[in-house]
């Protein structure tokens, strides 16, 4: 029961563009949110989080949005840079952070010089 | 700070072996986790420990696995018999009370 989704397992996009990753949580009781990026033969690094007390947090050129009716959260980048290209992973977790966190199975993002 | 330690970082062993990961924490990290990563499912959390105690172990495949955190400063991952589908990458990573997770650079066990 996969309860944090990533439906796209890659994504493509132009450097200098806008790169948009999805995740969908089916658990109503997730309340925070977060981003983690995570390069070859390293472990994941965090990058963005937000709670569900809010809709978007931004962080330069990241930013995430939160659509707690829709259950849907989605990660901007931009403007795309090559050293962008990682797998990102989209987790969810029912306090702050500080117990476990549920991951989707990650989007691989591609930038194209 | 060294951050999250992981050994070995890549693990080759026959079917049947008994295989240890370990693990050491950030200093001061209350929490520690388990993850491993495959293709089909992604990061899935095997075990968690906070103040050296084990919280939630549900994500355990079977009794093959076994988990320890005799001190905060070290834990161990053993997987007793090994097999080809135990094949991943497996990750620590400790957290502080409160905030996110830092994670190791992960161990990548093949078991042929």
């Not at chain 1, 132009?14 to 390293?42: H, V």
């Not at chain 1, 930013?63 to 962008?84: E, M, R, Y």
């Not at chain 2, 990961?21 to 950030?26: A, F, H, M, N, Q």
């Not at chain 2, 990061?43 to 076994?66: A, C, K, Q, T």
Request: hydrophobic fraction near 30%; proline fraction near 6%; charged fraction near 20%.
């Amino acid at each position: 029961d996969q309860q944090v989704k990533q439906n796209s397992p890659s994504l493509s996009v132009q450097e200098g563009r806008i790169s948009i990753l999805n995740c969908d949580y089916t658990n109503s009781m997730f309340d925070y949110f977060l981003w983690y990026k995570k390069y070859p033969a390293e472990g994941p690094t965090f990058l963005i989080s937000i709670s569900s007390i809010k809709d978007k947090n931004e962080d330069g050129r990241f930013t995430v949005f939160l659509n707690k009716s829709a259950k849907h959260l989605s990660l901007h980048i931009v403007p795309s840079q090559p050293g962008d290209s990682a797998v990102y992973f989209c987790a969810a977790s029912g306090l702050r952070g500080n117990e476990k966190l549920t991951f989707g199975t990650g989007t691989r993002l591609t930038i194209i010089p | 700070d060294a951050g999250v330690i992981q050994s070995p970082r890549h693990e080759v062993t026959e079917m049947g072996q008994e295989v240890t990961l370990r693990c050491k924490p950030i200093s001061g990290h209350n929490s520690l986790f388990w993850y491993r990563q495959t293709m089909m499912r992604g990061l899935e959390l095997l075990i968690y420990f906070n103040n050296n105690v084990p919280i939630d172990d549900s994500g355990m495949p079977e009794d093959r696995f076994s988990a320890k955190m005799p001190n905060a400063s070290f834990s161990t991952l053993k997987i007793q018999p090994s097999e080809p589908r135990d094949s991943a990458v497996y990750f620590c990573a400790s957290s502080p009370q409160g905030y996110g997770y830092t994670f190791g650079s992960g161990t990548r066990l093949t078991v042929v």
